[in-house]
C-alpha cells in the first residue's frame, strides 16, 4: 500500500517523490518544450518521433506522385487521386501536429492539496489516480505515456508513425486519417491492377 500525499505545484516541491526535469509541469503557452514533444507557435506539438513521422508523409506523397504521373502518360484521369492525396496528407497532418491532449492541468492537486490518499496496489481499487512520473493527479482515463514522458488525456496509444501518443485531443483527426488512407491505397492498387490486366492482355 503506498501513501501519497497531495501538493500544490512549485518548481521545487510538488509531489511526494523527486520530479525528472523533463516531466515537471509548466504551461504549455510559456515553454517551446514539454516532455518530448517540442511546441512551435503555441499550436504546433512535433512528438519524439517526428521524422518517422515527416519521412512517412513525404514517402505518401511521392508514391502518389509516381502513380499519378504514371496515369497521365497513359491519358487517364487523375482528379480523384489528386482529391485523396490532398485528404489524406491534410488528416495525417492534423493528426502528427496537433496537441494529443497533454495534461497540464494542476487544479485537482490544488483541489486535493494537503489530503492524504492510499493507492492499493490494484489500479480498480484506487479512487484517485497519481502519476508517479509527473507527480500530479491525472485526469479521467488518462495515461502516462514512457516516450513522451507525459500524461496524455483520453490516452489511446502512442504512434511512432505519426510521431506522437493518439489522445483525446487528435483520436478524430487519427480515425480520418486511417480512412482517408484505406480510400487512398484502395484507389492506387485498384490502378495496379488494372495496370497488370491490361498488360496480360497484350
Known amino acids: 500500500m503506498e501513501h ?16 525528472s526535469p523533463e516531466c515537471k509541469p509548466r504551461p504549455l503557452n510559456d515553454n517551446h518544450t514539454f516532455g518530448e514533444y517540442v511546441i512551435i507557435a503555441k ?11 515527416a519521412g512517412t508523409l513525404i514517402g505518401f506523397n511521392i508514391f502518389a506522385y509516381l502513380m499519378m504521373r504514371q496515369q ?9 487521386g489528386i482529391i485523396i492525396t490532398i485528404v489524406q496528407s491534410i488528416f495525417y497532418l492534423g493528426v502528427g501536429l496537433a496537441n494529443p491532449g497533454i495534461a497540464n492541468d494542476s487544479t485537482l492537486n490544488y483541489q486535493y492539496q494537503g489530503q492524504l490518499y492510499s493507492l492499493p496496489n ?12 509527473c507527480q500530479k493527479i491525472q485526469p479521467a482515463r488518462s495515461d502516462h505515456c514512457p516516450f513522451c514522458r ?3 488525456t483520453n490516452y ?3 504512434c511512432p508513425w505519426t510521431g506522437k ?13 486511417l480512412i482517408s488512407t484505406i480510400i487512398f491505397f484502395s484507389y492506387f492498387i485498384t490502378i495496379l491492377l488494372n495496370q497488370r490486366e491490361e498488360a496480360q492482355k497484350q
Open 156 to 158: 489511446d496509444h502512442h
Open 4 to 19: 501519497i500525499l497531495i501538493k500544490s505545484e512549485s518548481a521545487e516541491n510538488y509531489g511526494s517523490m523527486e520530479m
Open 72 to 80: 497521365i502518360t497513359q491519358g487517364h484521369d487523375i482528379t480523384f
Open 165 to 177: 501518443c493518439i489522445g483525446g485531443e487528435n483520436i478524430l483527426h487519427f480515425w480520418a486519417f
Open 150 to 152: 507525459v500524461c496524455i
Open 43 to 53: 499550436t504546433i506539438f512535433l512528438g519524439p518521433h517526428w521524422p518517422l513521422f
Open 122 to 133: 490494484k489500479p480498480q481499487q484506487r479512487n484517485v489516480w497519481y502519476c508517479e512520473k
